[in-house]
């Protein structure tokens, strides 16, 4: 039997799973309510409430899934990329709860893991497949062989897409993470009633900073104009962004799927929760005839779950770590 304890400290969600023989028991997750105020996350803070909350989160992960932490066959951690300070939280944390039960350690790469998390679910992508992965920090296309073996064949070149739907939200005065708000304001907003322009990039990658932009300059010429306009626009305005940025993602998947004849598309990441993301993907996958991969939305975003799923291939694979394991923030896929 192998139970993997697995912990996710990357960035502003202190999360702890239990996995047992590649099914994972439970996922508990502790959000850092703390960076609100600050329009963003604030890397000190975020170590701090790391560093308060991963004990309690972690003993009742144990405590839920209804193990004994003697059962524990090895502790998972992630190894980046990330805050430096959030991973030292994990890291050591996850060094020490090893070293006190005499097991191994794994460390895994967040980004892998978001790919990843399509295995927890009962219907899951067969291989090769090309995941989309889409958070607040990474805008990546991965061409993804197998568990362990995935290229990065198209990325951002500087904002990543989750940061573009942030950056708007907080010009429209709405609270931070704002993807979820324009999400929930577009709904009810028409796309077409404003036009913001496509960056051209090179190959498979990507750019956000020419949207942020645009958008900033929109805003900054309408209300001038009404003082008004963005509480009488607000729905067309995140229906019209939301739009704008699902399109240029969209669209460099269709690009990857033709050149590497893939019909297995996966999204991955915070903004995969997105649901204009899901209904244009669900679209163009019935038009091209792809079998589509969505994740549960609690996988979607930061979560020890896919930590877990992650470091049990990893365990399959006898891919461990030692004590001398450092954090990296920039770890890369391969
Ligand atoms: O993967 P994640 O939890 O953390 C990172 O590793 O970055 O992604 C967080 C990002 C944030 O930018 C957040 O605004 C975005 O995911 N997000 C969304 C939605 N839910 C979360 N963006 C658009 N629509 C959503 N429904
Ligand atoms: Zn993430």
Redesign the pocket.
Known sequence: MITILAIES??D?TSAAVLRDGKVLNNLIATQSVHERYGGVVPELASRAHQQHIVPVVNQAIQEANISKNEISAVAFTQGP?LLGSLLVGTAFAKAFALGLNVPLIGVN?MKA?ILAHFIADTKPNFPFLCLT?????TQIVLVRDYLDMEVIGQTQDD?V??A??KT?KMLGLPY????Y??RYAKEGNPLAFGFPDVNTPDLNFSFSGIKTAVLYFLQKNTKENPNFIQENISDICASV?QTLVRILLKKVRKAAERYKIKEIAIA???S?????RKTLQDMALEKKWNVYVPDFQY???NAGMIAITAYYQYLANDFVGQDANPDPRLRIA
Do not use: R, Y
Not at 134 to 138: E, F, I, K
Not at 177 to 180: A, L, N, R, S, T
Not at 273 to 277: C, V, Y
């Open positions: 990357s960035c969600e990330g967040h978001h889409v958070s607040g920090g990474h990543a989750g940061e739907f942030d939200a993470p704002g993807g979820q324009i999400d939301q990441g915070g903004v929760a997105n649901s204009g993301l979607c975003t930061d």
